[in-house]
């Protein structure tokens, strides 16, 4: 078959003071008509670099150094800029990470995908809003007249989305980039944006370029895939042979960083005689949008009617999308927000009500570890102070709680030289060791992870969630783990919970919830994993790395 | 001090922190270096300036000496800029703050007192001040402060708002620190760099404010200073241009300097490009 | 417009009276916190002798009252755009500044339109040639003229152009005994306008000029911007469709904001060039001690930035589609 793109010996140079010389570098592949092909790698790898070069949409200070990329018998490198302009949009289009952000916020959806018909055809005003409106129910826009005439604002992230796709297909044409098109949306909206890419895909026989650093959408979607390190080409093959017999060591440990999708057999404690340590009983907490005089505000329920029981030893898993009111949640039972209702009984007692001063020695038996270890820890204090300050507010002695510093930097395996540096010395891992070691400062019995590792690439990821599993044992702690990715739900909860628009849906021990769910909604969760039926303990599992 | 040295590794910058290094010497050694008083008669009125050595920039309306003026002059202006400042800052921080960390209806009530501050035109209001309750050092300072604290008030809310919901705060808060520790010690310090660049941009907006009151016969009658020295020029301007010409170089000087310093600090302290600024 | 415009106008315009209110109250305050007898305070330097007027303002502001009644016969008064009149020119205070206020308007309004258009041009060049050397030119002239006094531009402005070249009439707004009509007046008016709207439009270019190009670079980065590139749109049409709109909203909001500092501005200029607007007057009132004339003038001037920033919000109100959202 002959490729449709050729990308030849690129290089593409860096600007000066950057961290490598070049941003990819002696890079050939090729894309073939009515294939996905999925360009893999971690933050930083370069892939995005290449779809930014093809599109003409390079920084100014960046430029292509050497190669050709090859379209239509243009080397789109070295074409002048107005002919190039013919094919953007017309004969390759691109969608991008953040749906919104990158529509206009002051123009109608109905002129901003006309648009590409002005600029590349000469559609009559009528044909361009019959083709808009045609597309918009393509893309499956509920009420797609209504759509039309709407501002981006007025519409959710998928949606947008779609608006997106729309547009870049609406000159049907040879090549769609899709550049991390579902990084920023929820797991059940992904797999919907997933399914469209896919079957828009099918029916006008479209090459799909498609970045990511996510193997289960590569599982999902790709045809073939090429894997991307440093700016260089580690590896490239068919989708299955990748996937299931990575030749590469980065593919592999990129592949095996990847959480299996099946609860591992876990040890189930009858814990029925026990005391909780923290249990949660009919919390609710709802917001109102500020309305006006003349608008009532809006109410949302963030959570409603939550019970649960977490137990010293264990891992509790608080799953769900963004708006489940999963974080709300977490926030309510270490008192970062107010509760309007229900109680919190940690070790026994209700907080919920209690005054600043009361609190003061419960917040000793309640840490919790926040999800951005660049946010979470403040750039003008050092590590120990970081890590001290709490117990010294709680009346610890400087020396003591220096010390005892130094003893948590140890248990969270930092060495001692930290104490005296400052955040920004430290990576992102590191980072949140200090989080943990600052959480553990007052010897909580219950850990509230919010995220906390969502943030990091997953090779530290793993890292992280040992540290905790270990100091989870050694502590005896009862650990609620608020988390989206139901792939490391699986890997580390006892138990999980799952909630939708801030009530509870489902609960019970993580094996039985994901082999049998018992709600449609948590089925429909785990189904919208992409890559599900991929590493899901039915294939064979690449022989490399444990994962914690 | 890597702030003072990315400051002078930027040439324009550069330029305005010599410009304004020079003006603060001026200030404080200039009397004692050139004793002659700007009120005393030293000649004959209206000679331009280089007619006499010893006079080089001239002689005003009533034979004073010009060059005696704008070096007493300095002093005044960078105190008045320097204190006004400082007093504005003193008012906008601690309510900013508030407003920003608590929120709520004390956020409301502070805002909306603000807001009416930020209405009124506030050189107009400076004008009323100072003249209701006399022209003095200390009635224009402290109407330059007033008009002056609005926006600082506006940036440390801000900061504030967005800084208090960052995961170190809320861990602090979690660790049981009081209200009054996380203001001061977790979110203040990191607050800093644009509160410092907003106040190196409000001295030169206030040396203006001093200027523009003192033209308008607003001045301390005690006190010579450049914007007073233009106001008593501007009817004779046909005949002597110089008295009106230098004072206004004087202070343009200072005030472009300040401004080239603040938009070096920026640059300095705040990475990403953000030029706005509300004066 | 629908309903909801209307209300949020309704709640703006509610907003800005309280607003006036509240500047009230903070004049009646002053009189009172100034040194000396308030009666006189009010009456200024020249009808501080007289007695009878003396009398006539203490019967009218009740000040012999107590206070509290004071500051009711003052808001009263007030509502009824009574403030008392000045002894010098035996007429009501209101009154005057009516009579002056649309010199002031023509003034600071072609200054306004002109630093907008203006700014928002020069601002615009500088951002699309951005670290080229014409954006270092305009970014050092627009440092320069934000740095330069106003008042003494004018007595600059006024020395090259009316005494050295002689090109355009330094003092008033029309030639004195000319009794033009129609065309011609407009001419001369037109003409006294020149120098006067030059320099205090040349601060307020400066200030918006900054904003817009900061504005623009900072839109130029935004990810739609990316979108309309990767649409295959020529650079002139992204900027003109989809960066300039979106860069030049918060330029003008921040414009409205600032109508306040024009009426300073229009206070020094107004004095340089005996310009006959309520700035003027405010001078006037300054040198003759007339503090009555002076808090009426205050507060007139503060109205007319209510009505300003009440104006701004509505033409925002049209022009971006967000604002229904907004609170």
Not at chain 1, 168 to 191: C, G, K, M, N
Not at chain 2, 9 to 19: C, H, M, P, Q, T
Not at chain 2, 225 to 249: E, H, K, N
């Amino acid at each position: 078959m002959k490729p449709l793109l050729k990308v030849e010996d690129l290089s593409i140079r860096l600007p000066e003071g950057a961290d490598r010389p070049y941003a990819v570098q002696n890079l050939s592949y090729a894309l073939n008509p009515g294939e996905i092909l999925c360009v893999v790698g971690e933050s930083g790898s370069g892939k995005s670099m290449t779809a930014n070069a093809i599109m003409g949409l390079l920084p100014k200070a960046i430029q292509a150094e050497r190669g050709a990329i090859t379209f239509d018998g243009h080397d789109l490198v070295s074409l002048e800029e107005r002919r190039a302009r013919k094919m953007r949009g017309n004969r390759i289009s691109m969608i991008f990470q953040e749906p919104m952000t990158a529509l206009n916020p002051l123009m109608r959806i109905e002129d901003q995908i006309g648009e590409v018909f002005l600029i590349h055809s000469d559609m009559s005003k009528q044909q361009r809003q019959a083709r808009t409106l045609e597309l918009l129910k393509d893309v499956g826009l509920p009420d797609p007249e209504k759509a039309m005439k709407v501002y981006p604002h007025q519409l959710s992230g998928g949606q947008r989305q779609r608006v997106m796709i729309a547009m870049a297909l609406a000159l049907e044409p040879s090549i769609l980039i899709a550049d991390e098109p579902t990084t920023a949306l929820d797991v059940t909206t992904q797999a919907q944006i997933l399914h469209l890419i896919k079957e828009l895909q099918r029916k006008h026989g479209t090459a799909v370029m498609f970045i990511t650093h996510d193997f289960g959408v590569v599982a999902e979607i790709a045809d073939r895939v090429v894997v991307m390190q440093y700016g260089k080409m580690v590896e490239i093959g068919d989708a299955q042979q990748v996937l299931n017999d990575p030749q590469h060591d980065y593919t592999k440990k990129l592949i095996a960083a990847v959480p299996p999708l099946v609860a591992p057999e876990r040890e189930v404690q009858d814990r029925s005689k026990q005391r909780p340590a923290l249990s949660v009983k009919s919390l609710c907490k709802t917001y109102v949008s500020p309305g006006s005089w003349f608008k009532p505000g809006r109410t949302v329920h963030a959570a409603r009617d939550v019970n649960f029981d977490l137990y010293r030893g264990e891992t509790l898993g608080l799953v769900g999308e963004s708006g489940s009111g999963k974080s709300t949640v977490s926030r309510c039972i270490v008192r970062l927000l107010e509760s309007d209702s229900g109680e919190i009984l940690l070790d026994g007692d209700a907080i919920q009500d209690l005054d600043n001063k009361a609190l003061a020695p419960y917040r000793k038996k309640i840490q919790m570890v926040f999800q951005d270890p660049y946010a979470s820890l403040n750039p003008r204090k050092t590590v120990g102070r970081i890590i001290a300050d709490g117990p010294i507010a709680q009346g610890v002695p400087v020396a003591e709680a220096m010390q005892r510093a130094k003893e948590l930097l140890a248990l969270v395996e930092l060495p001692e030289t930290a104490l005296d540096r400052y955040p920004h010395e430290f990576s992102g891992g590191q980072r949140q060791r200090v989080g943990i070691a600052r959480a553990l400062a007052h010897n909580p019995q219950v850990l509230v992870a919010d995220e906390a590792i969502s943030a990091l690439d997953v090779s530290v990821q793993a890292q992280i969630l040992e540290l905790i599993d270990t100091l989870k044992k050694k502590l005896n702690l009862a650990v609620l783990f608020v988390v989206h990715d139901l792939r490391v739900a699986a890997q580390v909860c006892d138990r999980i919970i799952v909630m939708k628009h801030g009530q509870i849906v489902e609960a019970g021990e993580t094996k039985a919830v994901f082999e049998d769910p018992q709600h449609d909604y948590t089925r429909n969760l785990i189904e919208s994993i992409p890559g599900a039926d991929w590493r899901s303990g039915h294939q064979p599992q690449p022989a490399v790395g444990k994962i914690a | 001090m890597s702030i003072l040295k990315k400051l002078s590794s930027n040439k324009v910058a550069l330029f305005g922190l010599i410009v304004l290094a020079l003006l603060i010497l001026v200030a404080i050694f200039g009397p004692y270096l050139y004793e002659t008083s700007p009120w005393r008669m030293v000649n004959r009125p209206f000679m331009p300036p280089l007619e006499n050595g010893s006079l080089m920039l001239g002689t005003d309306t009533m034979g004073r000496d010009v060059l005696a003026g704008l070096v007493y002059g300095t002093r005044i202006s960078l105190l008045v800029g320097l204190i006004s400042t400082m007093i504005a800052l003193l008012i906008g921080i601690p309510l900013g703050a508030s407003a920003g960390y608590f929120g709520g209806w004390i956020d409301e009530a502070l805002m909306r007192f603000t807001e009416i501050f930020q209405t009124v035109p506030s050189f107009a209001l400076a004008i009323v001040i100072v003249a209701i309750f006399e022209p003095s050092v200390y009635s224009i300072t402290l109407a330059i402060a007033l008009v002056s604290w609005p926006p600082v008030a506006r940036l440390v809310r801000g900061e504030f708002m967005a800084l208090r919901n960052q995961e170190y705060v809320l861990a602090a808060r979690l660790n049981g620190q009081s209200d009054h520790n996380i203001i001061l010690k977790e979110i203040l310090p990191n607050t800093l760099s644009p509160i410092i660049v907003m106040a190196s941009l409000m001295v030169a907006t206030a040396i203006l404010l001093e200027s523009s009151l003192s033209f308008l016969g607003l001045g301390d009658p005690e006190i010579m200073s450049w914007g007073y020295m233009i106001g008593a020029a501007r009817t004779v301007i046909r005949q002597a241009w110089w008295l009106s010409f230098f004072p206004g170089i004087a202070i343009a000087l200072t005030v472009l300097a300040l401004n080239l310093v603040g938009e070096g600090l920026n640059e300095a302290l705040n990475p990403k490009l953000s030029g706005s600024r509300e004066s | 417009m629908s309903i909801q415009t209307l209300f949020y106008i309704g709640g703006r315009l509610i907003k800005g009276l309280l607003v006036l209110f509240v500047i009230a109250i903070f004049n009646f305050f002053l009189i009172r916190a100034a040194p000396g007898d308030p009666a006189k305070v009010m009456a200024g330097e020249a009808g501080a002798t007289d007695e009878l007027f003396l009398q006539q303002l203490r019967e009218q502001f009740g000040l012999d009252q107590p206070l509290y009644y004071q500051l009711w016969v003052y808001i009263s008064n007030l509502v009824q755009f009574d403030m008392g009149e000045t002894y010098r020119q035996q007429m009501p205070v209101f009154d005057l500044i009516m009579d002056r206020l649309p010199a002031t308007l023509l003034l600071t309004g072609t200054a306004f339109v002109l630093s907008l258009v203006l700014g928002v041009l020069v601002g615009v060049i500088a951002a699309s040639n951005h670290r080229k050397w014409i954006d270092s030119a305009i970014s050092v002239a627009a440092l320069v003229f934000y740095a330069t006094p106003l008042f003494w531009l004018a007595l600059m402005a006024v020395l090259l152009f009316s005494v050295f070249l002689g090109w355009l009439p330094a003092f008033g707004m029309e030639t004195v005994g000319a009794n033009f009509t129609g065309w011609d007046r407009f001419v001369d008016i037109a003409e006294h306008l020149v120098l006067p709207a030059m320099t205090l439009g040349l601060f307020f270019t400066a200030v918006y000029a900054r904003m817009a190009r900061t504005s623009m670079i900072e839109t130029s980065r935004a990810d739609f911007v990316k979108t309309a590139k990767a649409k295959g749109m020529k650079p002139s049409r992204v900027t003109f469709r989809h960066t300039l709109r979106n860069a030049l909203l918060p330029v003008v909001t921040l414009a409205g904001l600032q109508a306040g500092q024009m009426i300073g501005g229009a206070v020094l200029t107004e004095t340089v060039f005996a310009w006959p607007g309520i700035g003027r007057l405010m001078f006037e009132a300054l040198f003759q001690r007339d503090y009555n004339l002076l808090l009426g003038v205050f507060f007139i001037s503060s109205a007319m930035v209510v009505l300003f920033n009440l104006a701004t919000d509505l033409i925002y109100c049209i022009v971006d589609p967000r604002i229904e959202l907004a609170k």
